[in-house]
């Protein structure tokens, strides 16, 4: 059974960091893409970042230089380490896992078979 598990969200102030963490269960995650994406409130889920199976790191453009995807898969984990947090990072974040993805589809969230249940990140002016 592939259990995707999401932590480390929480409340902070504009212009802080968080760091969260997917606990990966049930795949082996060098075999899969792992991405986050994330929600806000009355929004469409949208991509953040991408861990792609050649370890090749992708963001969306508007987050470039302020957040880092990371893997460890000794400890079956995905990270992303988000600084300088703006209010308009507020959302639900999501961890994802896809055998079998393009390019073209890293940020869609249709393209991922996995998902874990989100952790909520909340940021304050």
């Known amino acids: 059974q592939v259990q995707l598990v999401e932590s480390g969200g929480g409340s902070v102030q504009s212009g802080g960091s968080l760091r969260l963490s997917c606990a990966v269960r049930?795949?082996?995650?060098?075999?899969?893409?792992m991405a986050w994406f994330r929600q806000a409130p009355g929004k469409e889920r949208e991509g953040v970042a991408v861990f792609d199976t050649d370890y090749r790191k992708h963001y969306v453009d508007s987050l470039k230089g302020r957040f880092t995807i990371s893997q460890d898969n000794d400890k079956k984990t995905l990270y992303l380490q988000m600084n300088d947090l703006k209010p308009e990072d507020t959302a639900m974040y999501y961890c994802?896992?896809?055998?079998?993805?393009?390019?073209?589809?890293?940020?869609?969230?249709?393209?991922?078979?996995?998902w874990g249940q989100g952790t909520e990140v909340s940021v304050s002016s």
């Open positions: 049930g795949i082996d995650m060098r075999r899969y893409s």
């Open positions: 994802a896992a896809s055998y079998v993805v393009y390019s073209w589809e890293f940020f869609t969230p249709g393209a991922y078979d996995h």
